[in-house]
T-cell receptor
Framework: AQSVTQLGSHVSVSEGALVLLRCNYS??????LFWYVQYPNQGLQLLLK??????LVKGINGFEAEFKKSETSFHLTKPSAHMRDAAEYFC???????????FGAGTRLTVKP | GAGVSQSPRYKVAKRGQDVALRCDPI?????LFWYQQALGQGPEFLTY????????KSGLPSDRFFAERPEGSVSTLKIQRTQQEDSAVYLC?????????????FGPGTRLTVT
């Protein structure tokens, strides 16, 4: 069975500050991990994914995430927040032999001017 | 190019009514997924198609939920005798293939409210 847990349903940062959104996973097989962003009234957009290559993954819009097997974590970071980063962020896990992608409950990021 | 589109964007149904939700995937995408997203939650997998074949329907919550993709392109998710607990956003996603390396592209969703 696979699952992800996102710590913190709401995160608020000031513009220009570091963004850190936490995700821990549970998987009995090597996982593939994803971060998606969802803007209001829009579908999910893939930010980045880990598929067993480099453990530090760079994505779009300046985001990156590091896969840490020892900590079962895949936290999302961005050095400097922009107002346009305000959205809902979802971490997800999937195995190579499974169609079922499991999403976390999401973290709403607010960026203060 | 066009992305995944879904219609209607909003649907209000009275309890007990049947509803049909449509998904138009990206042209040429073999794989199509349906998800249910309850308020304040992440999406939950419902079912998966490869072309016209429904290969996985393990996430469908009850036999009131039915999905089809008869010509391997457009898909319809049908919910019979809707209940209040069916209120959610229904997301459709498509990808070039089933393999996990292929990105899933999501539509904007259909928000279903059952009154």
């Amino acid at each position: 069975a696979q699952s992800v847990t996102q710590l913190g349903s709401h995160v608020s940062v000031s513009e220009g500050a570091l963004v850190l959104l936490r995700c821990n996973y549970s998987s009995s097989v090597p996982p593939y991990l994803f971060w998606y962003v969802q803007y209001p009234n829009q579908g999910l957009q893939l930010l980045l994914k880990y598929t067993s290559a480099a453990t530090l993954v760079k994505g779009i819009n300046g985001f990156e995430a590091e896969f840490k097997k020892s900590e079962t974590s895949f936290h999302l970071t961005k050095p400097s927040a922009h107002m346009r980063d305000a959205a809902e962020y979802f971490c997800a896990v999937r195995s190579y032999n499974n169609n079922d992608m499991r999403f976390g409950a999401g973290t709403r990021l607010t960026v203060k001017p | 190019g066009a992305g995944v589109s879904q219609s209607p964007r909003y649907k209000v149904a009275k309890r007990g009514q049947d509803v049909a939700l449509r998904c138009d995937p990206i042209s040429g995408h073999v794989s199509l997924f349906w998800y249910q997203q309850a308020l304040g939650q992440g999406p939950e997998f419902l079912t998966y198609f490869q072309n016209e074949a429904q290969l996985d329907k393990s996430g469908l919550p009850s036999d009131r939920f039915f999905a089809e993709r008869p010509e391997g392109s457009v898909s319809t998710l049908k919910i019979q005798r809707t209940q209040q607990e069916d209120s959610a956003v229904y997301l459709c996603a498509s990808s070039l293939g089933q393999d996990v390396s292929y990105e899933q592209y999501f539509g904007p969703g259909t928000r279903l409210t059952v009154t």
